[in-house]
């Protein structure tokens, strides 16, 4: 078994450089329109999604209202950064906006999910992924944020974070060119 323990080291060492890597790359903020990027309306117009409880929730009962869908991992760095300013967004302008922080669970679990919820102070509306919509972007990486009208319409999609200042401001814009 000893002569074993280095190679499992090595093979784990790759592994999370691996993932490094991929998690750095998926950081990079990307506008609208990635490459190969399936249309977000398209994706979103039959889209469901479960909350914590296990209720389906659909874009269509935030009629009204701004929203920003939020796909993220508690592992994911760079979707912290996003938290904090959409959280100000939130407080700023009450029941017109309206963050989804949609866990994918492709390595959080639900358990995972609520600890989180716990033990930070958001007020979002936390949903689960259960039918894979964020697959069906074909984009690689997170977070992914896909900003909607209050008439459902997609106004936006970007991957990754330009840091709480700058996706404070440009979602911000955003909410103010559409809301006003």
Do not use: H
């Not at 506008?31 to 399936?38: L, V």
């Amino acid at each position: 078994l000893k002569q074993y323990i280095p190679s499992v080291r090595l093979f784990a060492i790759v592994l999370l450089s691996a993932f490094s890597m991929i998690g750095l790359l998926s950081c990079q903020n990307q506008e609208s329109a990635y490459p190969g990027m399936t249309d977000p309306q398209a994706v979103l117009d039959n889209a469901s999604f479960q909350t914590l409880d296990g209720d389906i929730v659909r874009l269509a009962d935030f009629e009204g209202q701004f929203l920003v869908l939020d796909f993220w991992e508690t592992w994911c760095s760079p979707c912290m950064e996003v938290f904090p300013a959409m959280q100000e967004l939130e407080d700023e302008y009450g029941d017109s906006f309206t963050m989804l922080a949609i866990n994918l669970g492709k390595v959080d679990d639900l358990e995972t999910v609520m600890e989180f919820k716990e033990n930070n102070p958001y007020t979002f509306d936390y949903l689960l992924d259960p039918n894979k919509v964020y697959d069906e972007f074909k984009i690689p990486g997170i977070p992914f944020k896909v900003m909607v009208g209050p008439n459902g319409e997609v106004l936006k999609a970007e991957m990754g974070s330009s840091g709480r200042e700058n996706d404070y401001s440009k979602v911000k814009t955003l909410y103010e060119q559409t809301m006003n």
